[in-house]
């Protein structure tokens, strides 16, 4: 059974610096992607950034240049780090773990981490 487990976030005043992290185990698969996705009071859920097996990284642009997505892998656990910095208001939002595997049609989720900017 896959476990997605998030970890961070919390309050910060804008400008300052949050750091998301999110493990996955359990999958017989091979990985493929770990990404980050969050949602905003009144909005739908959208892409933050992604980043492949590989390390091949993609960013949406509002986070260019101030966020960094990372990943690892230690045994069979994988973890994906998201590093966010000069935060801004509208960052506000739950930030979701997702995780892709070769093989596997299913889209794994984890529970949702609240990152709050006050301005």
Same mark, same amino acid.
């Given at each position: 059974?896959? +476990?997605?487990?998030?970890?961070?976030?919390? *309050?910060?005043?804008?400008?300052?610096? =949050?750091? =998301?992290?999110?493990?996955?185990?359990?999958?017989?698969?091979? =990985?493929?992607?770990?990404?980050?996705?969050?949602?905003?009071?009144?909005? +739908?859920?959208? *892409?933050?950034?992604?980043?492949?097996?590989?390390?091949?990284?993609?960013?949406?642009?509002?986070? @260019?240049?101030?966020?960094?997505?990372?990943?690892?892998?230690?045994?069979? @656990?994988? #973890?994906?780090? *998201?590093?966010?910095?000069? *935060?801004?208001?509208?960052? #506000?939002?739950?930030?979701?773990?997702?995780? @892709?595997?070769?093989?596997?049609?299913?889209?794994?989720?984890?529970?949702? #981490?609240?990152? #709050?900017?006050?301005?």
């Amino acid at each position: 059974q896959v +476990q997605v487990v998030e970890s961070g976030g919390g *309050l910060v005043q804008a400008g300052g610096s =949050l750091r =998301l992290s999110c493990a996955a185990s359990g999958s017989s698969f091979i =990985l493929n992607s770990m990404g980050w996705y969050r949602q905003g009071p009144g909005n +739908q859920r959208e *892409l933050v950034a992604d980043i492949t097996s590989g390390g091949s990284a993609h960013y949406v642009e509002p986070v @260019k240049g101030r966020f960094t997505i990372s990943i690892s892998r230690d045994n069979a @656990k994988n #973890t994906v780090t *998201l590093h966010m910095n000069n *935060l801004k208001p509208e960052d #506000t939002a739950i930030y979701y773990c997702n995780v @892709k595997f070769y093989g596997d049609f299913n889209n794994y989720w984890g529970q949702g #981490t609240q990152v #709050t900017v006050s301005s």
